[in-house]
């Protein structure tokens, strides 16, 4: 077994193959992103969380939306990742969920 | 006419900020235009020849091609370059158009539209496309 998995502790998934268990900031990120994309009328997400005063982390989503109503939709998705980021007992870690929609899908433009 | 920018109009609210892209309010209106009867395609024969250029390379998008705006916090304003179908009544089919703009943008994006200034440059008749090139070989 090398250095990293001994420290890590085992037991988890991340020790079994050798890596240490994402950071917080990567399961903030992983979850919004997740969260994001299975939002209906979301096309596809990238995300990135940053550390913010406070001890939180800030999530950056850039977003490619369908035809539906934008400043609804980033509601919903804001909504969703807060109340995910609760049932993974991920709260008190959640800080600010900026959004920025950058693109529009249209509906015959995933027919290429 | 309007400027195309590449600012964005931020949303405020408590946990966070929404910001849609200049572009994407742009594309909405290529959308719109194109979806009225009559409406052959948009923009100018430059912007069109470039825009089959940048198109084949992978950049640019034809939804967006004639079309500029100027996005406020909460108004935008609208300038679109049309090709209409021969025949088509062009005052009804403007009037459709600015209609339809007006209708996808505020529905879509939210935003008020002060203004949709729209340039008809070029009437297309059915027939006007050159014929492909025979295949020299089967």
């Known amino acids: 077994m090398g250095v990293r998995a001994s420290r890590s502790g085992g037991g988890d998934a991340a020790s079994a193959v050798g890596r240490p268990p994402a950071s917080l900031r ?3 990120e992983e979850l919004a992103r997740e969260v994001a994309a299975a939002t209906p009328g979301v096309g596809s997400a990238a995300c990135t969380a940053v ?9 950056a989503l ?15 998705v804001r909504s969703r990742i807060v109340t995910a980021a609760v049932s993974a007992g991920l709260a008190e870690a959640l800080g600010p969920v900026d959004i920025a929609i950058d693109d529009i899908v249209a509906p015959d433009e995933g027919d290429a | 006419m309007a400027q195309e920018t590449s600012a964005k109009s931020p949303l405020q609210s408590g946990r966070g900020t929404t910001t849609i892209a200049d572009t994407v309010v742009q594309k909405v ?10 409406v052959h395609s948009l923009g100018g024969s430059a912007s069109r020849a470039f ?21 406020g916090e909460r108004e935008a304003a609208v ?9 088509e009544s062009i005052p009804q089919v403007c009037d459709r158009v600015r209609d339809n703009i007006v209708k996808r943008i505020e529905g879509i994006v939210g935003l008020t539209v002060t203004e949709v200034n729209l340039t008809v440059n070029d ?6 496309e050159t014929p492909p090139e025979p295949q020299r070989v089967s």
Do not use: M
Request: aromatic share 6%; glycine share 16%; hydrophobic share 40%.
């Open chain 1, 51 to 59: 550390a913010v005063p406070g001890g939180r982390f800030g999530v």
């Open chain 2, 29 to 38: 209106a290529g959308i719109a235009a194109h979806e009225v009867p009559g």
């Open chain 2, 79 to 87: 300038d679109v370059t049309l090709v209409i179908e021969y025949g």
């Open chain 2, 51 to 71: 825009g089959a250029v940048t198109q084949r390379v992978g950049f640019g998008d034809e939804r967006s091609q004639g079309v500029s705006v100027e996005v």
């Open chain 1, 26 to 28: 990567r399961q903030l």
């Open chain 1, 62 to 76: 850039r977003l490619a939306a369908e035809l539906v109503p934008l400043r609804p939709l980033a509601d919903e």
């Open chain 2, 123 to 128: 009437l297309y008749f059915p027939g006007d």
